[in-house]
């Protein structure tokens, strides 16, 4: 039989093994090796179509080892971004717990670091935010997408999705 088992027998006859001839075999005289393409150009054909395989199996290899660190760089930057999610959180939950008579303005007196700290922690939500989409994109990228498909998930053009997240 050949490498992928093509060769069909069913009530005692046999077609050749080429993909696509679906021609009968002829009956076997018994002696040496079985036949398992009809001609020449099935086993040709047989070859080419191995070969085919192979080569999209070892794209699909070479793009899983590409994607290991687009895939070790977005789920960081997730990270990175809950984080300074629960942070904002924390922030709001902390200022309603407080007694009204001690507000931000009384405690903030005296402390410059605390000015604007509620759109410090957004800012940083931004950005770790940011670093998601970016992270996001390379894998898209590294996983074969086009810049249209990535700029139709963005809702902009392939150019301008491009132009803001290609690597230099």
Known sequence: MAGLGVVVVAGGRVWCGAPGCGRLLPASS???RPREFCGEACRSRWRRFRARVARREAVRE???????EPR?????AAFRASAAARAVAALVDAEGERAPWDTEVR???GHPERAAWWTRAAVALEDAAAAVMAAAVAADRAAGDTW???GEALGVSADTAARRYRKE
Do not use: K, S
């Open 107 to 109: 405690r903030r007196e």
């Open 62 to 68: 070479a793009r899983g080892e590409a994607l290991e």
């Open 148 to 150: 249209a498909a990535v």
């Open 30 to 32: 018994g002696r040496g």
């Open 72 to 76: 070790y760089l977005l789920r960081t």
